[in-house]
């Protein structure tokens, strides 16, 4: 096929990819490696979707033969994270293994084996793609390499200078863009070895099995085949127009390509057909030019499922939504959306309220007042809560996703997540520590405190097998979620005398009552001594040998890390030996406590010296403002050597949450003069195990 394409070439070249597809998909669904092999893209080059990594093109394609042979694994959740695993990734992990690597200009290309081990992989691609949703799986891209950090976009990111190893990991939410292409033929035979009429039967039976079912296989001829494929691929594309006269120009076209025998003329038609579905579905998307020219960069000039392009443009109209007056673009052949653009107006309010912006948005001048931001917002210049009917158009770009409502409770919401993450957790980190679950919904939720096994015993392998341990004792702890939260109102009556100070000490009393609601709640597991879930007794109790009753001193302190460590296993009996890191005390013990861990006396002898002294570290003395005993003093180990307490948040969202509780267009502010915000914040905490705690509970 040469360079220029006739019109009915161009639209053969919209359907031919079908044909194509199926062609290099044909093998036998019954074939014992049928859909173990798939082409995929393990990295595209550029800024990875988290915004932390860059991937440029140099070291990547300076490596890649270590690509050839890189084993691909399916890890879960907690094998994601940063801290590795200390002996490595188990081989129970391995899914597969990538072949045939190759740089494509846009990133790095491979054939992924996968494992007959690992056929539910197999079985969800195969799923995934034969439904439309190719992108459900994705592949992540980690490897071993010097680094350096450089600027894009305006954020410092790192990036691989010289890459050692690479591994890939099957994902949900890829961040470097890694993705399945497509199923190849798995058996050599299937693939190279067919002839054409093998090929187009198979096809055919893929495509059409009720017209395969009605050939003679042994008379039909290639030229039939085609045109029922051409017919069959047409059809299914929904083409409108002459169909036989587009299902003539697709035979036409796919006749070439097969007489040619070369791949690069079906690309070539690939990529024209793919260039011919951008600009349709960019002309029917309706979105501004700068929207347009960023999509077209994103997908111009490589092979692409419609299904990804369209999720892209439905992206872009939620993302033009968000920050657009009325939610619709307007003027689609210009570059206009309704009034300003919707981030400058949200980082003009941000500044008003001190919230850090974005480096291009930091030369946007703030709104000088509160009055000012919700005038330029909604355009009701006088601050009566409505618009005159002068004003209906206004009203519709005023009231959508960049009103005054919105706008200012995203500026809200991020100044009270900021103050949120910088407030003292009133020590609550020292009974957690990493110990934090997510949770996704409200049923009950179950954590179990495995047992220990006992000494192993003798053996003579010669002689006798090795003994079974037998299983090792557990108890289970059960909770559910809790929801908290409540309703923050901004008045008309705010609006209109500026009062910027009541909004600011409205939104800085906010984070401080949701840390302090958590921390309430954590602590008093230990203050009300709770019942502990595993054996229905109090977690301070004789029978868990933690409980005494002495004040607070250095004979009592020592007493209470000598029963810490003499806390036992369960199931061995053997002593954990654990060691108290934090001691919990009211306020009107500071002084004795602070005493007792700087005090150093010259002692006369040496049963008579401080032998607490210096033991606890400062960040290990918690004042907790909730125990409201004067007497009472506590202790606790490392949390992260014992569980302590655990605690778990909705779908790990740890902040608190914000959101406008009704429409600000036939809400409270047309019935009230006011707008309101909802704040939500869902936990709950647990003790899973007694033994890092003591308390005294002093008479």
């Given at each position: 096929?040469?360079?220029?394409?006739d019109?009915?070439s161009?639209?053969a070249?919209?359907?031919?990819?079908?044909?194509?597809?199926?062609l290099?998909?044909?093998?036998?669904?019954?074939?014992?490696?049928y859909?173990?092999?798939?082409?995929?893209?393990?990295?595209?080059?550029?800024?990875?979707?988290?915004?932390r990594?860059?991937?440029?093109?140099a070291?990547?394609?300076?490596a890649?033969?270590?690509?050839d042979?890189a084993?691909?694994f399916?890890?879960?959740?907690?094998?994601?994270?940063?801290?590795?695993?200390?002996?490595?990734?188990?081989?129970r992990?391995?899914?597969g293994?990538?072949?045939?690597?190759q740089?494509?200009?846009?990133?790095?290309?491979a054939?992924?084996?996968?494992?007959?081990?690992?056929k539910?992989?197999?079985?969800?691609?195969m799923?995934?793609?034969?439904?439309?949703?190719?992108?459900?799986?994705?592949?992540?891209?980690?490897?071993?390499?010097?680094?350096?950090?450089v600027?894009v976009a305006g954020?410092?990111?790192?990036?691989?200078v010289t890459?050692?190893?690479?591994?890939v990991?099957?994902?949900?939410d890829?961040t470097?863009?890694?993705r399945?292409?497509?199923?190849?033929?798995?058996?050599?035979?299937?693939?190279d070895?067919?002839?054409?009429?093998?090929?187009?039967?198979a096809?055919l039976?893929k495509?059409?099995?009720?017209?395969?079912?009605?050939?003679?296989?042994?008379?039909?001829?290639?030229d039939?085949?085609i045109?029922m494929?051409a017919?069959?691929?047409?059809?299914?594309?929904?083409?409108?127009?002459?169909a036989?006269?587009l299902t003539a120009?697709?035979?036409?076209?796919?006749k070439k390509?097969?007489?040619?025998?070369?791949?690069d003329?079906?690309?070539?038609?690939?990529?024209?057909?793919?260039?011919?579905?951008?600009d349709?579905?960019?002309?029917?998307s309706?979105?501004?030019?700068f929207?347009?020219?960023?999509?077209?960069?994103q997908?111009?000039?490589?092979?692409?499922?419609?299904?990804?392009l369209?999720?892209?443009?439905?992206?872009?109209?939620?993302?033009?939504?968000?920050?657009?007056g009325?939610g619709?673009?307007?003027?689609a052949?210009g570059?206009r959306?309704?009034r300003?653009?919707?981030?400058?107006?949200?980082?003009?309010?941000?500044?008003?309220?001190?919230?850090?912006?974005?480096?291009?948005?930091?030369?946007?001048t703030?709104?000088?007042?509160?009055?000012?931001?919700y005038?330029?917002?909604?355009?009701?210049?006088?601050?009566?809560g409505?618009?005159d009917?002068?004003?209906?158009?206004?009203l519709q770009?005023?009231?959508?996703?960049?009103?005054?409502?919105?706008?200012?409770?995203?500026?809200?919401?991020?100044?009270m997540?900021?103050?949120?993450?910088?407030l003292?957790d009133?020590?609550?980190?020292?009974l957690?520590g990493s110990?934090?679950?997510?949770?996704v919904?409200?049923?009950t939720?179950?954590?179990?405190?495995?047992?220990?096994?006992?000494?192993?015993?003798d053996v003579?392998?010669?002689t006798?097998?090795?003994?079974?341990?037998?299983?090792?004792?557990d108890?289970?702890?059960?909770?559910?979620?809790?929801?908290k939260?409540?309703?923050?109102?901004?008045?008309?009556?705010?609006?209109?005398?500026?009062?910027?100070?009541?909004?600011q000490k409205i939104?800085?009393?906010?984070?401080r009552a949701?840390?302090r609601?958590?921390?309430?709640?954590?602590w008093?597991k230990?203050?009300a001594?709770?019942t502990?879930?595993?054996d229905?007794t109090?977690i301070f109790?004789?029978?868990?040998?933690?409980?005494?009753?002495?004040?607070?001193?250095?004979?009592?302190?020592l007493?209470?890390?000598?029963a810490?460590?003499a806390?036992?296993?369960p199931?061995?009996?053997?002593?954990?030996?654990?060691q108290?890191v934090?001691?919990?005390?009211?306020?009107?013990?500071?002084?004795?406590?602070?005493?007792v861990?700087?005090?150093?006396?010259?002692?006369?002898?040496?049963?008579?010296?401080?032998?607490?002294y210096?033991?606890?570290?400062?960040?290990?003395?918690?004042?907790?403002p909730?125990?409201t005993d004067?007497?009472?003093w506590?202790?606790?180990a490392?949390?992260?050597e014992?569980e302590?307490?655990?605690?778990?948040?909705?779908?790990?969202?740890q902040?608190p949450?914000m959101?406008?509780a009704d429409?600000p267009?036939?809400?409270?502010?047309?019935?009230?003069?006011?707008?309101?915000?909802?704040?939500?914040?869902?936990?709950?905490?647990?003790?899973?195990?007694?033994r890092g705690?003591?308390?005294?509970?002093?008479?």
């Amino acid at each position: 096929m040469g360079k220029q394409l006739d019109k009915k070439s161009q639209a053969a070249a919209e359907i031919l990819p079908g044909i194509g597809r199926l062609l290099s998909a044909a093998g036998d669904p019954n074939d014992a490696d049928y859909g173990y092999r798939w082409r995929v893209q393990v990295v595209e080059y550029g800024l990875g979707a988290d915004g932390r990594i860059n991937w440029p093109k140099a070291p990547l394609a300076a490596a890649l033969a270590l690509y050839d042979g890189a084993r691909v694994f399916a890890l879960d959740d907690q094998q994601h994270q940063p801290k590795p695993k200390p002996f490595g990734k188990s081989v129970r992990e391995i899914v597969g293994w990538l072949k045939n690597p190759q740089e494509t200009g846009n990133g790095i290309e491979a054939d992924l084996f996968i494992l007959k081990s690992a056929k539910w992989l197999r079985d969800a691609l195969m799923d995934s793609h034969e439904r439309g949703n190719p992108g459900l799986l994705g592949l992540s891209h980690d490897v071993t390499a010097t680094t350096r950090t450089v600027t894009v976009a305006g954020k410092k990111v790192k990036e691989p200078v010289t890459i050692t190893a690479v591994e890939v990991d099957v994902v949900y939410d890829p961040t470097n863009n890694g993705r399945f292409l497509r199923m190849v033929a798995a058996a050599q035979n299937t693939e190279d070895n067919m002839n054409l009429k093998e090929k187009l039967l198979a096809a055919l039976q893929k495509a059409r099995p009720d017209q395969f079912a009605k050939i003679d296989q042994e008379t039909v001829t290639e030229d039939e085949l085609i045109q029922m494929l051409a017919a069959a691929v047409v059809k299914d594309a929904g083409a409108t127009g002459d169909a036989e006269k587009l299902t003539a120009a697709v035979v036409e076209g796919l006749k070439k390509v097969i007489a040619t025998g070369e791949s690069d003329e079906l690309k070539q038609v690939k990529l024209l057909a793919a260039n011919l579905m951008l600009d349709r579905e960019l002309s029917a998307s309706k979105l501004p030019e700068f929207s347009q020219v960023k999509l077209r960069k994103q997908f111009a000039g490589r092979e692409f499922a419609a299904e990804a392009l369209q999720a892209a443009i439905k992206e872009e109209k939620e993302t033009i939504d968000h920050y657009s007056g009325s939610g619709a673009v307007h003027d689609a052949g210009g570059a206009r959306v309704v009034r300003d653009s919707g981030e400058k107006l949200q980082a003009a309010c941000d500044r008003v309220f001190g919230v850090p912006v974005a480096d291009q948005f930091k030369d946007i001048t703030a709104f000088k007042s509160l009055r000012a931001a919700y005038v330029e917002l909604t355009g009701d210049t006088e601050v009566r809560g409505y618009l005159d009917p002068a004003q209906t158009q206004r009203l519709q770009a005023a009231y959508g996703s960049a009103t005054f409502a919105y706008v200012l409770g995203n500026t809200l919401y991020r100044r009270m997540v900021a103050d949120y993450r910088e407030l003292p957790d009133y020590g609550v980190s020292r009974l957690v520590g990493s110990n934090i679950r997510k949770a996704v919904d409200f049923r009950t939720m179950e954590s179990v405190r495995i047992g220990y096994y006992g000494d192993l015993p003798d053996v003579t392998p010669e002689t006798v097998d090795f003994p079974d341990l037998g299983e090792v004792s557990d108890e289970e702890v059960s909770y559910a979620l809790n929801q908290k939260g409540g309703i923050i109102t901004i008045t008309r009556k705010m609006i209109i005398n500026d009062d910027m100070r009541v909004v600011q000490k409205i939104i800085s009393r906010l984070p401080r009552a949701a840390r302090r609601t958590l921390a309430k709640r954590c602590w008093n597991k230990f203050i009300a001594n709770a019942t502990y879930k595993g054996d229905n007794t109090a977690i301070f109790h004789a029978n868990h040998g933690n409980l005494g009753s002495t004040a607070y001193g250095i004979a009592s302190a020592l007493a209470a890390k000598t029963a810490m460590a003499a806390q036992a296993e369960p199931g061995s009996a053997e002593r954990l030996m654990l060691q108290p890191v934090t001691v919990a005390f009211p306020s009107a013990l500071f002084g004795i406590v602070k005493n007792v861990n700087d005090f150093n006396p010259q002692a006369v002898t040496v049963d008579n010296g401080n032998s607490m002294y210096g033991f606890f570290k400062p960040e290990g003395l918690v004042e907790c403002p909730f125990m409201t005993d004067a007497n009472d003093w506590m202790m606790f180990a490392d949390p992260n050597e014992v569980e302590i307490l655990e605690l778990a948040f909705l779908n790990g969202q740890q902040e608190p949450e914000m959101f406008v509780a009704d429409q600000p267009a036939n809400g409270q502010m047309f019935v009230a003069d006011k707008v309101q915000y909802k704040i939500r914040h869902e936990y709950e905490c647990e003790v899973p195990d007694y033994r890092g705690a003591y308390k005294a509970v002093v008479a």
